[in-house]
């Protein structure tokens, strides 16, 4: 039988555009960030071990707040490190970089922790409703491909934010559902006239409003590990040439690949549920009283973990 599920938080972003450890901001009743709210939600659906990925730098700051918490809830929680000297053999961190070398990176530098399970991704900032968490565990649950992976992907008007510029996966897929293409769109925002998004800051591209975007909530089998440690030297090299200060590699351009060799395939799931997150500083105030509507909706405890314990 297959292992269970995991759940993978990424937790190690340095938070630039929002100025601060998004990660550990209050935003719940009881100084919760959204990451209790996700861990709750994916503990509802059947999730019992989770993994979440932060720097060291960040370790004793992330302890004392949501660790702290996390410790009295009943999910098993491990901690995984994503440092920027985690590279291949014979790579070294180019002088000067501090950021960290992106999602697909943290995957690997996960990987010890997740062992050899099915596994889910989401990142710590972005609250995806529970309906999203449901849906890809029975999906993983049932899975018997091993190169049969699935995402959660939003209507991209659920995605954006007033407060400036998104980067989001813009999808496509075919009859059956399954993706085709997923392209990052790293500026991303609204205008009077609806969404465009632009490559060099001067050309605009506009975006439909119903266009399914992806918020990094991707479910893979184990050889995705495998994959993505395997594709990653390459990747390095491109960026060491191209942009060895910022350049990053990202989880939907392993994915892609995968795809276009006929490798893999994705099954793109919906959602129902609108998204939040705190890009900005600016959208912290809607996501405090989304959850506070929840709360007395009764969708959460106010204290998430006290009848679990």
């Known amino acids: 039988m297959m292992n269970k599920p995991v759940l993978v938080v990424l937790a190690a972003g340095m938070g630039s555009r929002y100025g601060g450890l998004k990660q550990i901001d209050a935003l719940g009743g009881n100084g919760e960030a959204i990451l209790d709210y996700s861990i709750y939600d994916a503990y509802q659906a059947g999730f019992r071990t989770t993994v979440i990925l932060i720097k060291e730098a960040i370790r004793e700051d992330f302890m004392a707040t949501v660790g702290k ?9 491990r901690y995984a490190y994503q440092e920027l000297n985690k590279l291949p053999a014979g790579y070294s961190v180019p002088e000067g970089r501090v950021k960290p070398f992106g999602t697909g990176h943290a995957i690997i530098c996960a990987g010890e922790e997740v062992g050899n399970a099915p596994f889910v991704v989401i990142n710590a ?18 899975a018997t491909d091993p190169y049969g992976y699935c ?3 939003y209507e991209l008007d ?11 996966g813009v999808c496509c897929t075919d009859a059956e559902g399954n993706l085709t293409t997923i392209t990052e769109r790293t500026r991303i925002e609204k205008y009077p006239g609806g969404i465009h998004f632009t490559e060099d ?11 399914t ?30 942009n060895p200060l910022k ?7 392993i994915v892609q690949q995968m795809l276009t060799e ?11 549920d609108k998204w939040y997150g705190v890009t900005y500083r600016e959208d912290k105030p809607a996501v405090v009283n989304a959850i506070k509507n929840k709360i007395e909706a009764g969708i959460y405890p106010m204290d998430l973990w006290e009848e679990k314990k």
Do not use: C, H
Request: without cysteine; charged residues 25%.
């Open 247 to 253: 350049g990053e590699y990202f989880l939907p351009a």
């Open 158 to 168: 659920k995605t954006v934010t007033d407060n400036g510029s998104v980067a989001r």
């Open 151 to 153: 995402m959660v992907g």
């Open 69 to 77: 918490r996390l410790a009295s809830s009943p999910m098993e929680i």
């Open 262 to 272: 006929g490798r893999a395939t994705m099954k793109v799931l919906t959602s129902p």
């Open 201 to 211: 800051g001067e050309t605009w591209t506009d975006l439909p409003a119903d266009t």
């Open 213 to 242: 975007v992806s918020m990094n909530f991707m479910g893979f089998m184990p050889s995705f590990l495998e994959e993505a440690t395997e594709l990653f030297p390459k990747a390095l090299d491109e960026i060491l040439a191209k």
């Open 125 to 142: 900032d972005d609250f995806y409703g529970r309906a999203a968490y449901q849906k890809m565990y029975d999906f993983l649950s049932n």
